[in-house]
């Protein structure tokens, strides 16, 4: 394969587009492999297409190898089987919606659960038919609250979405286990760097789910690992619950005046200068703070709900999505507080709040983080302004309607299993396996008759790579500040040949160079512009980022051409001088052992 830069389709920019925060989208606009076409969609052009290619060919021999075949549905679906999964209304406004001419649902797919299972379901009636694996690589579509930098996280994207089906739970786990071990050997072969973190499984349902992140600090996902093993998204994280204390010698509960604390800081410090306890000072974390929230529930309904926290802890917006999926959280505006005078700001405590504590059935739900177990002792408020109420024991003075897991994770708590204290750090998600079980194949009645010719129901797995989003987490990962370096494997070529100067001698001896190793299998780009300035051509192919870059010029009269390694590794020797005879073998050899 040879392109010539006289006639490829690119214009790279010496610019940076306004809209781009994070390096891979900067990168891939300025150097011509996508434009973006609306907010989260983009055009891809040659260059970045041939990489989109190469990184799904990777996942293609993958799927090949663990048996799982292709097929390629509608990205336009009708709304029926969504209905009926409930999914319709779940996605909420996440859901690109639309109507036909005779006014009938559809819709572009966020991902295809419903579809694979109607399929299998329209085929398959035996258990002799399974093991089954299936999959696509195809475009979704999500009307995301925030798409931002570039392909990371775009409204339109390309998504690998294998679907497993089995017809009891140890085929299940080994259906996962072979994804599983699929996406370990894709993301190694690609060269993104990953961690195994136990996930959520949100809107899509299901057992268990594991998610494959890629360690980097511009991240949306926040994980946790620990020294002895454990990761998970810090969506996931569980807190380990304290065993309940005696609470018979507590005093009784008292409320106190506490003018002047609009913060937890000054309410410690007045309740240490006026309250003091015998054994300790109080601490923010003897402050239960009451958080008000509004969740939007997918049949629209809007709910206000109250977080019970320990006051040394911010309530993490995103952990409790994850608890209360597929409802959204929001923070509650002024019409909330309207519809419950109830709430007293800053002075919100349990007495208002719940079914059991006000005896209401239209109380206001409460829930409260693990942590609040029987026995423990808060001071919180007591529903009036300016008072709290010290001395309020879980268990004996107030309940909650539940608890849920929606404190903040920090650095040093403890990991769930035992296995020491949890640091945090972020990443991109690139890979997420789900043991699905049977919610889609009951939804939509995917039965097969087992050995003894009983009707049983199927049950899934569903497992997701975010192609476009890997280029640009490749992208993201190989750079440097003159432009990409991309692993041999997904470079859009392997050589960029650069023919310097005037003189036609140089342009033939690059002219054969490129046929040369064209002919040997080598994808070359060879930039055979006529007037065009050396530094011009050294900046672009630095921008491009082909892994060996060839410069034909000066040196040819010493009878020499200059290969250069476009690594990306700052400090690494990566030019040398080499013999024009020599040139296409050893340029053709260094590909090789770059591939390999
Ligand atoms: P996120 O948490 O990033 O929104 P998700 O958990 O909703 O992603 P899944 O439904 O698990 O995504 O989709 C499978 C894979 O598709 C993800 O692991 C991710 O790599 C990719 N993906 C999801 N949403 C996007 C997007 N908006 N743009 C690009 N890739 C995406
Ligand atoms: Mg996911």
């Known amino acids: 394969m040879l392109l010539r830069m006289s006639s490829l389709f690119v214009r790279t920019l010496r610019e940076d587009p306004a809209d781009a925060e994070v390096p891979s989208h900067r990168l891939l606009v300025r150097a011509g492999y996508i434009r973006r076409a609306a907010p989260g969609v983009y055009t891809w052009l040659p260059l970045g297409l041939r990489v989109l290619a190469k990184v799904e060919q990777v996942v293609r021999e993958e799927m090949a190898a663990i048996g799982a075949q292709e097929v390629h549905f509608p990205a336009l679906l009708p709304k029926e089987p969504y209905e009926a999964t409930g999914r319709w209304e779940e996605y909420g406004p996440n859901l690109f919606r639309l109507k036909d ?102 809107a899509m349902g299901g057992s268990r789910s594991e998610e494959f992140l890629m360690p980097t ?65 109080w601490t923010a974390a003897d402050t239960l703070k009451n958080v008000v929230v509004a969740l939007g529930h997918p049949d629209g309904t809007r709910e206000v709900v109250v977080v019970g926290v320990p006051g040394d802890r911010e309530v993490d917006l995103k952990r409790l999505e994850a608890a209360v999926a597929p409802a ?28 059991e504590n006000t005896g209401r059935e239209d109380a206001v739900r409460y829930l409260l983080d693990p942590r609040v177990v029987p026995g423990t002792r808060w001071i919180t408020g007591a529903d009036v302004e300016g008072r709290h109420v010290f001395d309020l024991v879980a268990g004996r003075d107030f309940v909650a309607d539940g608890t849920v897991e929606a404190a903040e994770v920090r650095a040093g708590d403890p990991a769930p299993d035992g296995s020491g204290p949890l640091e945090l750090a972020r990443g991109i998600e690139i890979g997420h396996i789900f043991a699905l079980g049977r919610k889609y194949a009951d939804a939509l009645g995917l039965q097969v008759l087992n050995e003894n010719g009983k009707a049983v129901t199927v049950t899934m797995g569903s497992y997701g790579v975010g192609i476009s989003r890997a280029v640009a987490a490749l992208a993201e990962t190989h750079h440097d500040d003159a432009g990409l370096a991309w692993p041999a494997q997904v470079a859009p070529v392997h050589v960029h040949v650069v023919a310097t100067g005037k003189d036609p001698a140089v342009f033939e001896a690059a002219q054969t160079l490129a046929t040369t190793l064209d002919a040997r299998g080598v994808e070359v780009l060879y930039d055979d512009r006529p007037k065009v300035s050396p530094g011009v051509k050294f900046a672009d192919a630095d921008l491009l980022g082909a892994p060996v870059i060839v410069i034909v010029g000066r040196g040819l009269a010493e009878g020499v051409v200059e290969v250069r390694r476009r690594s990306g590794v700052p400090g690494q020797p990566d030019a040398e001088q080499v013999p024009v005879a020599d040139a296409s073998r050893h340029v053709e050899e260094l590909v090789r052992g770059l591939l390999a």
């Open 217 to 281: 600090p511009i991240g949306e996902d926040t994980f946790v690992r620990s020294a002895g093993g454990y990761a998970a998204n810090v969506e996931a994280v569980t807190t380990p619950v304290p065993d309940p204390l005696p609470y018979e010698d507590a005093p009784a509960a008292h409320v106190e005046d506490t003018p002047d604390t609009p913060t937890i800081d000054s309410l410690v410090a007045l309740a240490n200068e006026r309250f003091s306890r015998v054994d300790r000072p």
């Open 328 to 355: 959204t959280v929001e923070a509650a505006g002024d019409a909330d507080f309207a519809r419950h005078p109830e709430l007293v700001k800053g002075y919100i405590g349990p007495g208002v709040l719940g079914r």
């Open 101 to 202: 001419r005779k006014e009938a649902d559809y819709l572009l797919a966020p991902t295809h659960e419903e579809m694979f299972t109607l399929l299998v379901k329209d085929l398959y009636s035996s258990y002799k038919d399974l093991p089954l694996a299936l999959y696509q690589i195809q475009t979704k579509y999500r009307d995301e609250a925030r798409p931002r930098a570039g392909l990371l996280r775009g409204r339109e994207f390309v998504m690998k979405d294998a679907y497993s089906f089995d017809v009891d739970d140890a085929g299940l786990d080994a259906s996962y286990a072979l994804q599983r071990e699929a996406y370990q050997r894709i993301f190694t072969r690609l060269g993104l760097e990953f961690v195994v973190v136990a996930a959520t499984s949100g």
